[in-house]
């Protein structure tokens, strides 16, 4: 691990059940941790269209709708899927080590 970078500590593996999301708050940012299919992604919380929470939007197999204006992004590439736009969500790298969800934040 470089000098720059810097993950948080998000809980254990089983604390997100398969099909899933919850929230990782840190100092500086809040975000969204899904699983799908045993692997976990992590999104920044804002929607990049006007910042509604995705937590508390649907997910659907790998598509996470914003609750506010129904943009929806593809949880493992942070790609839209609606409307078609340039804007992405935010994706931050997960990794896990000894059972622990890892978030790369710097």
């Known amino acids: 691990m470089s000098a720059a970078e810097q993950y948080v500590n998000a809980g254990p593996v089983g604390s997100i059940p398969v099909g899933e999301k919850r929230t990782l708050y840190t100092d500086d940012l809040t975000i969204v941790l899904v699983n799908l299919d045993g692997e ?19 997910l659907n197999g790998e598509t996470l709708m914003c609750p506010w204006h129904c943009w929806s992004f593809n949880v493992r590439t942070g790609r839209p899927e609606w409307p078609e736009t340039g804007w992405r969500a935010t994706r931050y790298p997960v990794k896990i080590e000894d059972g622990q969800i890892l978030v790369r934040i710097g």
């Open 40 to 58: 976990v992604f992590a999104l920044d919380d804002r929607c990049p269209h006007q910042g509604g929470p995705l937590t508390r939007g649907t």
